[in-house]
């Protein structure tokens, strides 16, 4: 199972079955923040969802075909990364990420993202990672931005957020490219 520790304070595993109650927890205490950006947050209305989720998640993982991880900061689950998917043919993947308002501005998902895309690209071997996020949502995008990623175009109308259409730019990185300065 995966699990790394990033440093003292930052660790990435794998959720399990026992991490249902408290994901819950997370996203109803941060429903609002996440639902700005993250349309599943909306629907996730009981732990069972949450255990749904873990349920999937760990037979993607199984499957070799990319996870969803736990950010736990300070021993507190404050997030979520993951790859959507392990495109092994192709050497491409993609990252995905959130994060609860009050762990913003720590350097968390940088640390958190680096990691993934040095994973992606010393362990599996993969050649491009790519992060999409939506046009008009900057911190998420400042993420890609900071690690050199480039950005790769803007996808019209990608994808129905609530009650319109939005924009996502797409960025990626190569493994020549690497996570250099860093």
């Given amino acids: 199972m995966f699990s790394y520790s990033i440093d003292d304070e ?10 249902a109650e ?3 927890e997370v996203v109803v205490r941060n429903r609002e923040h996440l639902n700005r950006w993250l ?12 255990r749904a989720f873990i349920r999937r998640n760990l037979v993607q993982y ?17 997030g979520g990364i993951g790859y959507h998917y392990w495109d092994f043919h192709n050497s491409k ?8 308002e009050n762990a913003q501005g720590k350097g968390i998902m940088t640390r958190s993202v680096k990691t993934l895309i040095e994973y992606a690209f010393n362990i599996l071997q993969i050649n491009r990672v790519e992060i999409r996020a939506a046009t008009e949502n900057t911190r998420s995008r400042a993420v890609p931005e900071r690690l050199g990623f480039k950005l790769d175009g803007i996808l019209r109308r990608q ?24």
Avoid: C, K
């Avoid at 930052?10 to 991490?19: E, N, P």
């Avoid at 969803?68 to 300070?74: T, V």
């Avoid at 993947?93 to 609860?100: H, K, P, Q, S």
């Avoid at 994808?159 to 690497?178: N, P």
């Fill in 22 to 24: 408290t994901m819950h």
């Fill in 39 to 50: 349309p599943w947050a909306g629907v996730q209305q009981s732990a069972d969802d949450s």
């Fill in 159 to 182: 994808s129905w957020l609530h009650d319109r259409f939005v924009d996502h730019a797409v960025y990626s990185l190569l493994r020549d490219e690497g996570t250099h300065g860093l």
């Fill in 62 to 78: 199984s499957e070799d075909n990319g996870f969803s991880a736990g950010i736990w900061y300070r021993g507190e689950l404050v």
């Fill in 93 to 100: 993947t993609e990252i995905g990420y959130w994060l609860v």
């Fill in 10 to 19: 930052l660790q990435l595993r794998l959720y399990d079955q026992r991490d």
